[in-house]
């Protein structure tokens, strides 16, 4: 059965820190790994890794994908109130663009 | 660009009623899911469509949910009759069908059941 697993399941840093969120996934026919945040509403596209050991950026944010030991890190740094959200991981696996969903990260900032 | 669209975006009925939430996905995105994220877990793939076609609805709960994409744009996902455990955000997302493509979400319809 295809798993993606997310940890820690919540954080609290203070403005300032960084942070780094895992994701390990079991899938058969792995195509790629995303990241989302999600705030009150809908998840929000963050990044998309499909080559091990390519590190994608973005501002504060960036993340790297293993596909050897089948796990992903996303890290914030200069962590600021508005990171506060939840983070998913999905990995796109099998070959229908199906996606499967970690339980994902709960990230609090603290002025 | 117009993001996805869902409505409502509350709904709140007892249980055994019915209910139907309605996406508009994004123009020229083929591929439409329905997901179910209950409160404090990830989103759940209930139904995935490529154009009007179903291509995963494994974990579609058919004897009491259903969903349809007749002319392959707009979709309706059913709930007949409700159940408690049923409370839920009901997202609906889209994509280009094309391998490696990001998904976008609406902002979903938030599902009580009383």
């Known amino acids: 059965e295809d798993k993606v697993v997310q940890s820690p399941l919540s954080l609290v840093v203070h403005e300032g820190d960084t942070v780094t969120l895992n994701c390990s996934y079991e899938v058969t026919n792995f195509r790629s790994l995303l990241w989302y945040k999600q705030e009150k509403k809908a998840p929000t596209f963050l990044f998309m890794l499909?080559?091990?050991?390519i590190e994608k950026k973005s501002g504060r944010l960036s993340s790297i994908l293993d596909k050897k030991e089948l796990f992903s890190i996303l890290n914030i740094t200069a962590t600021q109130t508005g990171d506060s959200a939840v983070y998913l991981c999905?990995?796109?696996?099998?070959?229908?663009?199906?996606?499967?969903f970690g339980t994902g990260t709960s990230l609090t900032v603290i002025p | 660009e117009a993001g996805v669209a869902q409505s409502p975006r509350y709904k709140i009925i007892e249980k055994r009623q019915s209910v139907a939430f309605w996406c508009n996905p994004i123009?020229?995105?083929?591929?439409l899911y329905w997901y179910q994220q209950i409160l404090g877990q990830g989103p759940k793939l209930l139904i995935q469509?490529?154009?009007?076609?179903?291509?995963?609805d494994s974990q579609l709960p058919k004897d009491r949910f259903s969903a349809e994409r007749l002319k392959g744009v707009d979709s309706t996902l059913k709930i007949q009759p409700a159940k408690l455990e049923d409370s839920a955000v009901y997202l609906c997302?889209?994509?280009?069908?094309?391998?490696?493509?990001?998904?976008?979400f609406g902002d979903g319809t938030r599902l009580s059941i009383l």
């Open positions: 499909t080559s091990s050991g």
């Open positions: 123009s020229g995105h083929a591929t």
């Open positions: 469509f490529q154009n009007n076609g179903v291509v995963d």
């Open positions: 997302a889209s994509s280009l069908a094309a391998l490696n493509q990001p998904q976008h």
């Open positions: 999905a990995v796109e696996a099998r070959a229908g663009n199906q996606f499967y």
